[in-house]
């Protein structure tokens, strides 16, 4: 009996030529690793297959592999990364803060004690600023200044000419 499709003559019938296409594209397919993951699956759950394709499931083997190499690169190169910007960044800013808040700390220590005003020198100073503000009591005018009085012209005085 024929399979279903396939050529008495020794050709491959269509089911077999669809079958050869999607191998193949397995092929392609097989340097990304979900996809190879999925073939080595298929591969590991039919011997018959993978005796037939052990290229196919080497190729996914070595995909997976370097995936899994190519991750653990990137984790290094991330973990320098971290390290590179905690010890150029992070520390010299955090130590800066740290300065920062000593100094500002250290400044206010500097800074001369207030002690509380007594309360007799606050009075004296509200009292002058009141006697600054406060108008004349009474509108009457100031008297004058006395006038010397100045003495005769008989020559007598002591600072004429002599």
């Not at 759950?45 to 190729?59: G, I, K, P, V």
Request: glycine share 4%; aromatic share 4%.
């Amino acid at each position: 009996m024929n399979r279903h499709g396939a050529d008495p003559r020794g050709r491959a019938g269509p089911v077999e030529m669809e079958e050869e296409r999607a191998w193949v594209r397995f092929y392609r397919l097989a340097g990304d690793p979900a996809m190879a993951a999925e073939i080595l699956a298929l591969l590991d759950t039919d011997w018959h297959a993978r005796h037939e394709h052990m290229a196919l499931y080497l190729l996914c083997r070595e995909s997976l592999r370097s995936h899994a190499m190519r991750r653990e690169r990137d984790r290094r190169v991330g973990r320098f990364v971290r390290l590179a910007c905690t010890t150029l960044v992070v520390t010299p800013l955090r130590a800066l803060r740290r300065a920062v808040t000593h100094g500002t700390d250290l400044a206010v220590e500097c800074l001369p004690e207030t002690a509380p005003a007594e309360p007799a020198v606050a009075k004296l100073r509200q009292l002058d600023a009141d006697d600054r503000q406060a108008p004349a009591a009474s509108d009457a005018p100031l008297p004058a200044p006395p006038v010397e009085e100045m003495p005769a012209a008989t020559g007598t005085d002591a600072t004429g000419p002599a």
